[in-house]
T-cell receptor, first 112, second 111 residues
Framework: EPEVTQTPSHQVTQMGQEVILRCVPI?????FYWYRQILGQKVEFLVSFYNNEISEKSEIFDDQFSVERPDGSNFTLKIRSTKLEDSAMYFC??????????FGSGTRLTVV | RKEVEQDPGPFNVPEGATVAFNCTYSNSASQSFFWYRQDCRKEPKLLMSVYSSGNEDGRFTAQLNRASQYISLLIRDSKLSDSATYLC????????????FGKGTKLSVIP
C-alpha cells in the first residue's frame, strides 16, 4: 500500500532555531497538506498545497511558516524561529481528488 | 468558528459489545464527512467516509443527518483491536480540501 513518508520521526530544537520537516507524498497524489497535533489536543489544519502553490491556510500558518516542493517528490514545512508552543506532532498528508487522505506517521517536534 | 464536537469518553466496553459515537458539526457548508481512527501517538487513519444515505463497512455503520448537522458511528461486535480514538472529521465547505477534526472519542475494548 502506498505510504506518505516523513522524516525525521523526532526532532529536538532550541527555541529560536529554524527547522525543516520533510515529507514524500504518494506519487500520484496532487494535493499535499500539513497538519499539527499538540499533545492531548485535536488535529489542526495548517496548509494545503496544489499545483505548486498554497491553496488554503489556517490562522496558525503565519509568517513563521512556509512550505515548498523543491523537486518532484519532496514536500517540506519550514518553521522559522521556533517557539516553545510549536512543540507538537506534525503530520504531512496527501490526497487525490476524492478526499482520500493518507497521513504520514508524523514528526514529533520538541522545542526546548 | 467552525467546530466539530464529540464526547471525549472514554468508552470502556466488553468484547462483543455494540458501541455508538456521536458528533455534531457547526459548519453548514461542510460537504464531506469522515470517521478516522487514531491509535496512541500515531497518525489518523481513514476508517470510512460518511454518505447521506448512511453506509456500512463490515461491523461499522455510519449515519449522517445534514439537517441536524449530526454524524454517528456504530461499531458492532467490538474487538480488542478496535481500541483507539475515533475522530469525527468534516471538510470546510464546497471545494475545500481542508479538514476540521473533532477532538476524538476514546474507546477501550476490555477482554
Amino acid at each position: 500500500e502506498p505510504e506518505v513518508t516523513q522524516t525525521p520521526s523526532h526532532q529536538v530544537t532550541q527555541m529560536g532555531q529554524e527547522v525543516i520537516l520533510r515529507c514524500v507524498p504518494i506519487s500520484n497524489h496532487l494535493y499535499f497538506y500539513w497538519y499539527r497535533q499538540i499533545l492531548g489536543q485535536k488535529v489542526e489544519f495548517l496548509v494545503s498545497f496544489y499545483n505548486n502553490e498554497i491553496s488554503e491556510k489556517s490562522e496558525i500558518f503565519d509568517d513563521q511558516f512556509s512550505v515548498e516542493r523543491p523537486d518532484g517528490s519532496n514536500f517540506t514545512l519550514k518553521i522559522r524561529s521556533t517557539k516553545l508552543e510549536d512543540s507538537a506532532m506534525y503530520f504531512c498528508a496527501s490526497s487525490s481528488w476524492d478526499y482520500g487522505y493518507t497521513f504520514g506517521s508524523g514528526t514529533r517536534l520538541t522545542v526546548v | 468558528r467552525k467546530e466539530v464536537e464529540q464526547d471525549p469518553g472514554p468508552f470502556n466496553v466488553p468484547e462483543g459489545a455494540t458501541v455508538a459515537f456521536n458528533c455534531t458539526y457547526s459548519n453548514s457548508a461542510s460537504q464531506s464527512f469522515f470517521w478516522y481512527r487514531q491509535d496512541c501517538r500515531k497518525e489518523p487513519k481513514l476508517l470510512m467516509s460518511v454518505y447521506s444515505s448512511g453506509n456500512e463497512d463490515g461491523r461499522f455503520t455510519a449515519q449522517l443527518n445534514r439537517a441536524s448537522q449530526y454524524i454517528s458511528l456504530l461499531i458492532r461486535d467490538s474487538k480488542l483491536s478496535d481500541s483507539a480514538t475515533y475522530l469525527c472529521v468534516v471538510n470546510s465547505g464546497a471545494g475545500s480540501y481542508q479538514l476540521t477534526f473533532g477532538k476524538g472519542t476514546k474507546l477501550s475494548v476490555i477482554p
